[in-house]
């Protein structure tokens, strides 16, 4: 198996900077029962809480949520999400079954208060034309205050590719070209389907096609990244970025670019 594809442990995936060997972005998915409770201190890193289904009440620096969410299904309507800054905590209380994403990034503490992320703030596009249309929900990107995440869903239609034409952030060479590593959080409906990423780099040293199934997690160190989803089966992913500069500035594969014309 693929170094990059991490497969659920059970209800748990857990990737952290230590574990992917990179330095930002750390995602943890945790499948709650009603009634169950996570809670944690954020240390050095801010957090992003994306209720990907269910419903949950979430306790953050003195910030009481009630109960939020909403949507049963990552492929049903917007998430409701709360962000935490560095240096503090929070505690998330499954009202309903619940698929809670723990998404992070290092952080400056007391830099700006938890909040919530309700679905009426998010802004969502479709992108692409064809084949290649995905539909795009933006929950934290980079006009929204926040010290180095970058969270987005994307619904892929079955039979569609995205990601694609392939495209790459791996070089801190602004305004050209940003540096973020990035984790896909994979989903399928029905969930009995697949899908396929490819993670390759230009001089191939790095290149790996992995089938992922609901629940799979791929890690994207550096290079191109393009997804593809089989006939009947919708693909949802929810993307985690960060590195050194908060912003998503990425070049396209140069022989793929003619995809973009016309």
Known sequence: ?????VKPNGK????TPASAGWSYVGFEIDELAPGETISRETGHREVCLV?????????????????IGGRMSPF??????????????FEVKAVTDLTLA?????????SRPARVISPDQLHQETRGRGTNVRHVTNILPEWEPADGLLVVEVITPGGHTSSYPPHKHDEDNLP??????????????????YAFQRVYTDDRSLDEVMVVEDGDVTMVPRGYHPCATIHGYD??????MAGPRRTWKFNNAKEHEWLLKG
């Open 1 to 5: 198996m693929s170094r990059l594809l």
């Open 12 to 15: 748990h995936v857990d990737i």
């Open 51 to 67: 209720l990907v289904s269910g419903k949950a009440e979430v306790t953050a620096d003195g910030l009481q949520t009630g109960v």
């Open 76 to 89: 049903e309507g917007k998430p409701w999400s709360v962000y935490v800054p560095a240096g503090g905590s």
């Open 102 to 110: 723990v998404c992070s990034a290092p952080g400056v503490a007391g």
């Open 176 to 193: 050209a070209e940003s540096l973020l590593e990035e984790t896909y959080y994979h989903r399928l409906n029905p969930p009995q389907g």
């Open 235 to 240: 693909l949802y992913y929810l993307n985690v």
